[in-house]
């Protein structure tokens, strides 16, 4: 059975950072491409960062510079380094592995708040 696993979410203050953790079970990681995206209230979840099986990682323009997602292939970990955050970051964050179709997986999320 696979299972995603987010922590690491919160309240945080503009311009302030938070690092989520995703504990992934029953997959091998590195055989998938490792995602964090977000949905907030009223819109479309959208990808934020991700990390292929070959490790190649890509962001949207709206976190560049900003948020690193990074791969622990020995603890099964993925883990969404967030930094200079802002308000319109706000949302639920949620863990995907994807593989192929049929191999596609989310964890239940984690709620980041940024506000003063």
């Known amino acids: 059975q696979v299972q995603l696993v987010e922590s690491g979410g919160g309240l945080v203050q503009p311009g302030g950072s938070l690092r989520l953790s995703c504990a992934a079970s029953?997959?091998?990681?590195?055989?998938?491409?490792m995602g964090w995206y977000r949905q907030a209230p009223g819109k479309q979840r959208e990808l934020v960062a991700v990390?292929?099986?070959?490790?190649?990682?890509n962001y949207p323009l709206s976190v560049k510079g900003r948020f690193t997602i990074s791969s622990d292939n020995a603890k099964s970990t993925v883990t969404l380094q967030m930094n200079s955050l802002k308000p319109e970051d706000t949302a639920v964050y949620y863990c995907?592995?994807?593989?192929?179709?049929?191999?596609?997986?989310w964890g239940q999320g984690t709620q980041v708040t940024v506000s003063s």
């Open positions: 995907n592995a994807f593989r192929r179709a049929g191999e596609n997986y």
């Open positions: 990390i292929t099986s070959g490790g190649t990682t």
């Open positions: 029953g997959i091998i990681i590195s055989m998938y491409a």
